[in-house]
């Protein structure tokens, strides 16, 4: 039986991140956000993709960024929008067979771009299934 799966999940009250089995196929799939309780502190912790990189701790700034955007349903999974094909220029010069095209967006870096990005995109957000043990249950 193959190991299990070791997904990222991140605490956004005591930042921290860390790796728990999850029952995943493939690690960087958009899916719905799992909160499990850190082990750390007891607070949220959210399942992240494994493109996240966590901000130095200190860094209020950009763990601010990474709070707002991960409870906007966004946990760092590759996100693509797509690129209409006029932008190619001329039918000739497209590479043959293309009938569509698409970019990876990137992910913002200030809060006010965050804000922004979840204008724009909130449509792409994902939900969240809530996985912690109540206590006493």
């Known amino acids: 039986m193959p190991p ?5 999940f991140t605490c956004l009250d005591c930042r921290s991140t860390f790796k728990r089995p999850t029952d995943a196929a493939k690690r960087n799939v958009a899916r719905a956000i799992e909160i499990r309780t850190c ?3 007891t607070g949220a912790a959210y399942l992240m993709s494994s493109d996240f990189r966590a901000p130095p701790k200190a860094d209020d700034r ?4 990474v709070a707002f955007l991960v409870r906007s349903g966004f946990a760092y999974f590759r996100i693509y929008e797509d690129v209409p094909l006029a932008a190619f220029g001329h039918p000739m010069r497209r590479p043959k067979g293309l009938l569509s ?3 990876r967006l990137a992910y913002p870096e200030t809060l006010r771009e965050a804000e922004q990005f ?4 909130g449509h792409l957000a994902l939900p969240f299934v809530d996985t912690r043990v109540a206590p006493g249950g």
Request: a positive charge; hydrophobic letters at 35%; proline letters at 11%.
């Open 4 to 8: 299990p799966h070791l997904t990222k």
């Open 39 to 41: 082990p750390n502190c």
């Open 62 to 65: 950009a763990w601010a960024v």
């Open 101 to 103: 095209a698409q970019r």
């Open 118 to 121: 979840v204008r724009d995109y």
